[in-house]
C-alpha cells in the first residue's frame, strides 16, 4: 500500500492509502492514532467517573482515560499516569479488561482497558489546558442502568463496564 500523510495533529493524523487486496484497487482514508488506555477504577462499590467535556457533544459522563504519549510504549503505564490525572487517584495495580477497535473501518486507534485496584486519593487533578473535567462516583449498578437507559455513551465506558459485569458474573 503507499501511504500519502494528508494531515498531522496533535492527537492525530490522516493518511491515505492506495494499493490492491485480492486483485482489487482499494483507496482508504485512515486516522492514525497511538492508541490510548480507559480505566475502571471503583471505591466502595461506586465507579470513579469524570464528566468530561467532549466537543462537539457537551458533557459526557466517561471513565477515565488517555491517549498514549509519543514514545510511550506500554498501555498500562499510560492507565496509571491518566487515572492520576483525571482523578487524583493512583491504583497499586492495573489489571488488563479487554482492549478493542472503537472505529476499526477507518481508525488505527486502540484502546487497552483496565480495572485499577488498591485505589488511594494522593493528589489535585492534573489536567490539560483544554481538559474540562470533574470526578463523580456512582454505584455500579446505577452504572449499569445508565448504559441500558442510554445516558451513559462513551464507548470505552460501555465495554468496560459491561466487560466486567460478565466477567465477575461468569466467574462467580
Not at 19 to 42: C, D, N, Q, T
Not at 74 to 97: N, S, V
Not at 163 to 168: D, E, G, Q, R, S
Request: proline residues 3%.
Amino acid at each position: 500500500m503507499k501511504k500519502k500523510k494528508i494531515f498531522e495533529g496533535k492527537v492525530l493524523s490522516l493518511s491515505l492509502y492506495d494499493g490492491i487486496i485480492e486483485k482489487r484497487s482499494v483507496r482508504r482514508e485512515i486516522i492514525e492514532h497511538r492508541g490510548a488506555a480507559a480505566i475502571l477504577a471503583m471505591e466502595n462499590g461506586k465507579v470513579i467517573l469524570v464528566k468530561q467535556h467532549r466537543f462537539p457533544h457537551g458533557y459526557v459522563l466517561e471513565i477515565p482515560a488517555g491517549t498514549m504519549n509519543k514514545g510511550e510504549k506500554d498501555p498500562k503505564k499510560c492507565a496509571f499516569r491518566e487515572l492520576k490525572e483525571e482523578t487524583g487517584y493512583e491504583a497499586k495495580k492495573m489489571i488488563p479488561l479487554i482492549k478493542y477497535y472503537p472505529s476499526i473501518g477507518y481508525n488505527t486507534e486502540l484502546i487497552h482497558c483496565y480495572v485499577a485496584t488498591g485505589l488511594k486519593k494522593s493528589s489535585d487533578l492534573k489536567l490539560d489546558d483544554d481538559e474540562i473535567l470533574s470526578v463523580i462516583k456512582i454505584d455500579f449498578k446505577k452504572v449499569l442502568r445508565m448504559i441500558l437507559s442510554g445516558k451513559i455513551t462513551d464507548s470505552k465506558t460501555i465495554c468496560a463496564v459491561l466487560t466486567y459485569a460478565i466477567k465477575k458474573k461468569m466467574l462467580a
